[in-house]
């Protein structure tokens, strides 16, 4: 910029046009477009710039005799960047020809006010998002040629109240239906190319009677489907109806559908875009696409992206838990356990975080899977982010795969209420109802009358919330505690106004230490990480080993039965043990024994369904 910070007060002020001097707006424009397109490296950029020229001197630049500008022609020049904003407050414009550059970015809404734009010529360049309503307020405009763009949407119906607009080139964009009705009736339109988008036979029924002279309408892109993987088990029937499997198929007279799998036609072309297989069978898998005519435009056959259909893997993916508070975010934060439903393998399954469709794996990245539970690895902010979009994959031993796209809430903690607890310590060895203390609730908006509650989430914060319980404004313990067991308890109470605000706040619950008599050497399980729990299926256990130890892992019940027995020899390292519950357990409360040669753990496990 230190060339611009030099030229420009001489630009402006000095410079003589051959027709007058250069209006200032649209000079500061050109000089924004030189420095936002790398205007050093373009292949021709006579006198752009440089002291003692006219602005009418620079190549591609054409002025009206007041200075105006009101022709641009920079095609095949090597232009690479986005427009700067400045660029589109040139209201002069009459003809603009950018084509075949590297631009990209979008058309702004600001388009409308250039009135007296006849001609935009963007072809062959990488731009954009949708076109902008606005552009039915260019009133004069005669020719809009944007193929070969990244242009996507649907077309603005205002596109149709320009009643000089001769020649429309949309090829080779993303642009898809609903088209706007009316555009075959527009009086000047002669050329109309819509080639290589997401159209069908619905859009194209307003031209069977008035097509333009120019009329490029096929082929078309391959139609997305959604979902593109089903899952069925053996014996069950499957029927699928194309027209509501992707939103670029309409039913319009004279269709026909054609069903394929793995490229073999299953079907005759008939009238219903419906394919029914009543009965599913392992030799039903495969790659299911369909095809479609119509007698009025015989040139032109759609065809969708494949189906996948797997028969007897994974037919769900579930989370316990898809909201979580903003406060509560942080890296590594549990979200949710995830759960797959599969009839014929009820565990086992391998599941991560995969790319979907680019929309629905949008968040993934801020976001892990251990294969047993979702966690979220940044600091949510509901004003800024209120929900999150991941793709969860789940593989079975056969290699038979369902993807399915979770939506993550973030719910809004406002300036509520905040607690305080009178007591954080309590005795070890204490009685069930024990109260540990006073809950006392502060509210510049409402001076009583909370709900008081424990939270119900999977976060580190909450892993002890089952074990209390809240009566009144006493917070009271539901077990008897340990401190050789368990030294500390974390818990997250909440409180809820008459307005529904609500504040949650953290507490850790610290066991005295009493003095013990002879007995087993029962250490406090920090040696061992368990998570999560409460669990539903899956229990991890993360452990260090310093020398080479047996370890054994016994799971019991309140009456004392095993109910999960192993023993492995470890050598020194980190180790994680993955125990897979049985179906048959009843939800309630277990106690996890791990021991060592020289130690033994205790956990209180809840088992939920």
């Known amino acids: 910029m230190k060339k611009l910070f030099f030229l420009l007060p001489a630009f402006l002020l000095n410079i003589q046009l051959l027709t007058g001097k250069a209006h200032q707006g649209d000079s500061l424009a050109l000089v924004a477009l030189y420095d936002s ?11 752009w710039l440089q002291p003692g020229t006219t602005l009418s001197q620079w190549f591609g630049v054409y002025l009206y005799g007041n200075g105006r500008v009101y022709r641009i022609n920079l095609s095949l020049n090597n232009l690479e960047g986005k427009l700067p904003a400045a660029f589109w407050n040139m209201d002069s414009l009459n003809y603009l020809n950018l084509h075949t550059n590297n631009l990209s ?14 001609y935009i010529l ?26 070969e763009n990244n242009f996507s949407g649907t077309l603005p119906a205002e596109i149709t109240s320009l009643q000089h607009l001769e020649s429309v080139h949309l090829s080779v964009n993303a642009f898809h239906s ?21 159209f069908n036979f619905a859009d194209l029924e307003q031209f069977i009677d008035n097509p333009p002279l120019t009329f490029g309408y096929y082929p078309q892109g391959q139609i997305p489907v959604y979902p593109g993987q089903v899952n069925y088990a053996t014996g069950e029937a499957m029927v699928i109806d194309i027209t509501a499997s992707t939103k670029y198929v309409s039913a319009a007279p004279g269709n026909q559908y054609q069903w394929w799998r793995n490229g073999v036609s299953l079907t005759s072309y008939s009238s219903s875009p419906v394919l029914t297989l009543p009965e599913l069978t ?69 599941v991560f975080l995969a790319e979907g469709n680019g929309i629905n794996d949008a968040d993934n990245d801020l ?104 009566e009144g404004d006493e917070l009271k313990i539901m077990v008897s505690p340990d401190y050789e067991t368990q030294p500390e308890f974390n818990i997250t109470l909440m409180a809820v106004d008459e307005e529904n605000q609500h504040g949650a706040f953290h507490f850790v619950i610290h066991v005295n230490d009493l003095a013990d008599g002879d007995g087993l050497n029962m250490i406090t399980g920090n ?11 899956c229990l991890n256990i993360e452990y260090s080993v310093g020398n080479e130890t047996e370890i054994a892992i016994q799971m019991v019940d309140m009456q004392g039965r095993t109910c999960y027995l192993s023993n492995i020899r470890r050598i020194p390292g980190d180790y994680r043990e993955t125990m897979r519950l049985k179906e048959s357990l009843s939800p309630g409360s277990y106690l996890l024994y791990i021991q060592s040669e020289e130690k033994i753990s205790v956990f209180n496990l809840l088992l939920k369904n």
Request: hydrophobic share 30%.
């Open 367 to 470: 976001f892990f899977c251990d294969g047993v539970c979702l966690y979220i690895n940044v600091d949510c902010n509901f004003e800024t982010k209120n929900q999150y979009f991941v793709n969860l994959r789940a593989v079975d031993d056969d290699l038979q795969t369902l993807d399915v796209p979770l939506v993550i809430h973030v719910l809004d903690v406002s300036d509520g209420p905040e607690i305080a607890l009178s007591e954080t310590d309590i005795d070890e060895n204490c009685s069930e109802g024990t109260v540990v203390g006073t809950i006392t609730v502060t509210d510049p908006n409402q001076e009583n009358g909370h709900l008081l509650t424990l939270t119900d989430g999977h976060s580190s914060e909450e892993a002890d919330n089952y074990k209390f319980t809240i």
């Open 37 to 47: 397109t790398n205007g050093p490296s373009w292949f021709n950029s006579e006198n």
């Open 105 to 118: 970015g979008s058309i702004p809404e600001s388009i409308g006010n250039f009135d007296v734009l006849e």
């Open 178 to 198: 609903p088209f706007p009705s009316g555009i075959a009736d527009m009086p000047v339109l002669n050329s109309f190319n819509i080639d290589n988008n997401y």
């Open 527 to 537: 040696d061992f990480k368990v998570f999560p729990n409460p669990v539903s299926e």
């Open 122 to 147: 963007l072809e062959d360049n990488n731009f954009s998002g949708p076109l902008p309503e606005a552009l039915g307020n260019v009133s004069n405009l005669v020719a809009l040629h944007i193929y």
């Open 282 to 350: 392992e030799a039903s898998e495969g790659y299911y696409y369909c095809t479609m005519t119509n007698s009025n435009w015989p040139e032109l056959e759609l065809t969708t992206d494949s189906i996948r259909l797997v028969i007897d893997g994974p037919t769900e993916i579930t989370l316990t838990n898809n909201d979580i508070y903003e406060d509560q975010c942080g890296l590594d934060t549990p979200v949710g356990d995830i759960i797959v439903t599969d009839p014929d393998q009820p565990f086992g399954h391998n």
